[in-house]
């Protein structure tokens, strides 16, 4: 059977991944040298010069408080916050804390929890605080269940295209364990911590600052954000600044 492979264009050469087990976008085959090796692309990132690092300053820490059901949440973060980190991931960071406007209740040694709209969405909370723990594919996980139009029911899908590696069974076990109560517990001190406290979401901090003209700058365009806010001069190409590569291509009179 023949497998179609995507390709990842690097300058002026086209990488394909030689292996069909390939877990990673092909954004991320040459962010390690562990996805380099398991995408078969080791000697093509190294001659691409792609592990140098291309940072010449700190990233841009952006934080989104959110919930999983909530509409105006779930906008951002599939149509600002994941493009933007595709596209500027070398120069900015991204905190995901599923809590939002929940309350949080003691309950003997746990804690039971009450979600702004219902149960399903203390139980999507609960599935993207465990994916956040357990794999650095939970990202592009969260994107693809927040994208959907069934969150909670798009899990396993979105698991077995994103990271086929994990286990749904696995994170289930945190849903429902000590561990997903404590890790959920954690979501709730961080969110009671934001100063000033929240009184919406999504809530957006930049470089653990909030403020509301950040925000409607976020919302408007996170990328122009990002790349305003990263010191560095001149800007990356990302950014509008110069090329690191030069291309030509020409057709020649025959």
Known sequence: MNVLLPLLVVGSACLTASSSSCPYPPGRWCSSMESAVQCGVLKQCLESDLFRS???ADPVQVSL????LCPGCRYFLTMELFPTWLLLHDYMSVTLVPFGNAQEKPDGQKFTFECQHGEQECLGNMMETCLLNMTDMAFPIIYCMES???VTGSLE??????APEL????????VKGDLGNQLMHQNALKTKALNPPHNYV???TINGVHTEDL???AMNSLFTLVCDMYKQDPKPPECGGPSQRH???YCHTQ
């Open 65 to 68: 408080y959110y919930e999983s």
């Open 215 to 217: 925000q409607t700058k």
């Open 167 to 174: 286990s749904t069974d696995k994170v289930m076990s945190c």
């Open 54 to 56: 291309r940072r010449a």
């Open 202 to 204: 999504p809530w957006v």
């Open 247 to 249: 291309h030509r291509s």
């Open 157 to 162: 899908s979105c698991i077995k295209l994103k």
């Open 148 to 150: 959907s139009a069934d």
